[in-house]
């Protein structure tokens, strides 16, 4: 456990919950209305259909990553006590209602509409819960002092939500060929460019505790600084991560550019895996070496 696999899930689970809270609270169908009701209706379908996939697609990473993967339904066993099995119950019916959300698409009537509603609600309220799961449980392993800190949480909150909305972004801008891009999606990327600050701050904090830390923290904050995974924190993450988005923003000004939205969403997705590679692998080489 605790293999790339588990990377892989914390970004794409991640990712797709974020795409899903993100989609619920800039609500396209809405703002997309004054453009005809197929253009909104073909981008939220998108949303709501890669949002689970991400989530499902990274489950299986998970389970593959497990040294006993014909054991993961027992998992399950223990959702009142165990964070893992809680996060798991959380992951199955995020796609459960996300399924049950696409099923019923294309129905109508008052009844109906009213259970859509609730579904969504259910699955928005799934969605955080997959959002806040796993930094909660990595901070809970008090076996891996660089995670055990309140930082973790607010890290991977802010990273997932910053993921979503470049997801958003990125279909948004492959589902249409417009040569400006509306008004909603240029908020989104406000709203997205201010998680990258947020994440900056909370970045440098997460590393300050380390060395405030036990002697295994202090050894993974200098991993991160000038280690073997240096390159990764500072080339990847921090580059083109967190400061080429910021830089994209300043040049392309108030031009809203369909490119550089694309742009900016893949640098970001970028420095939302490389956050999880570098907080995973600093964490899991000091714990080998104890």
């Not at 990473?61 to 497990?66: K, P, Y």
């Not at 996300?98 to 579904?119: D, Q």
């Not at 505790?209 to 990764?232: H, N, T, Y």
């Given at each position: 456990?605790?293999?790339?696999?588990?990377?892989?899930?914390?970004?794409?689970?991640?990712?797709?919950?974020?795409?899903?809270?993100?989609?619920?609270?800039?609500?396209?169908?809405?703002?997309?209305?004054?453009?005809?009701?197929?253009?909104?209706?073909?981008?939220?379908?998108?949303?709501?259909?890669?949002?689970?996939?991400?989530?499902?697609?990274?489950?299986?990473?998970?389970?593959?990553?497990?040294?006993?993967?014909?054991?993961?339904?027992?998992?399950?066993?223990?959702?009142?006590?165990?964070?893992?099995?809680?996060?798991?119950?959380?992951?199955?019916?995020?796609?459960?209602?996300?399924?049950?959300?696409?099923?019923?698409?294309?129905?109508?009537?008052?009844?109906?509409?009213?259970?859509?509603?609730?579904?969504?609600a259910a699955a928005f309220l799934a969605a955080i819960g997959v959002i806040l799961y796993t930094g909660f449980f990595l901070?809970?392993?008090?076996?891996?002092?660089?995670?055990?800190?309140?930082?973790?949480?607010?890290?991977?909150?802010?990273?997932?939500?910053?993921?979503?909305?470049?997801?958003?972004?990125?279909?948004?801008?492959?589902?249409?060929?417009?040569?400006?891009?509306?008004?909603?999606?240029?908020?989104?990327?406000?709203?997205?460019?201010?998680?990258?600050?947020?994440?900056?701050?909370?970045?440098?904090?997460?590393?300050?505790?380390?060395?405030?830390?036990?002697?295994?923290?202090?050894?993974?904050?200098?991993?991160?600084?000038?280690?073997?995974?240096?390159?990764?924190?500072?080339?990847?993450?921090?580059?083109?991560?967190?400061?080429?988005?910021?830089?994209?923003?300043?040049?392309?000004?108030?031009?809203?550019?369909?490119?550089?939205?694309?742009?900016?969403?893949?640098?970001?997705?970028?420095?939302?895996?490389?956050?999880?590679?570098?907080?995973?692998?600093?964490?899991?080489?000091?714990?080998?070496?104890?």
């Open positions: 456990m605790f293999g790339f696999g588990t990377i892989l899930y914390l970004f794409a689970a991640g990712a797709g919950a974020g795409l899903y809270v993100v989609q619920a609270c800039v609500d396209p169908s809405n703002a997309l209305r004054t453009r005809g009701p197929r253009d909104a209706q073909l981008l939220v379908r998108k949303l709501i259909i890669v949002a689970p996939v991400l989530v499902c697609v990274g489950s299986m990473f998970l389970v593959l990553d497990l040294s006993r993967p014909d054991r993961f339904f027992l998992v399950f066993r223990n959702p009142d006590t165990s964070l893992i099995s809680l996060g798991a119950c959380l992951i199955v019916l995020f796609v459960a209602l996300s399924a049950m959300e696409n099923a019923l698409w294309n129905s109508s009537g008052p009844t109906l509409a009213r259970v859509v509603l609730a579904v969504r901070m809970s392993m008090r076996a891996v002092p660089l995670w055990h800190s309140a930082f973790i949480v607010l890290l991977f909150t802010a990273s997932s939500l910053s993921s979503g909305l470049a997801l958003l972004m990125l279909l948004y801008v492959a589902s249409f060929r417009r040569s400006h891009m509306p008004l909603f999606m240029r908020r989104a990327s406000q709203v997205d460019t201010a998680l990258l600050v947020v994440e900056l701050a909370l970045l440098v904090g997460f590393v300050g505790v380390q060395f405030g830390g036990a002697p295994a923290a202090i050894e993974a904050g200098w991993r991160l600084l000038v280690g073997d995974v240096a390159w990764a924190f500072w080339i990847m993450l921090v580059g083109v991560g967190l400061l080429c988005p910021l830089v994209i923003d300043v040049v392309k000004g108030k031009t809203p550019a369909p490119a550089a939205f694309a742009l900016k969403a893949i640098t970001v997705l970028v420095g939302c895996f490389f956050l999880r590679y570098c907080i995973m692998e600093a964490g899991v080489r000091v714990l080998s070496l104890q």
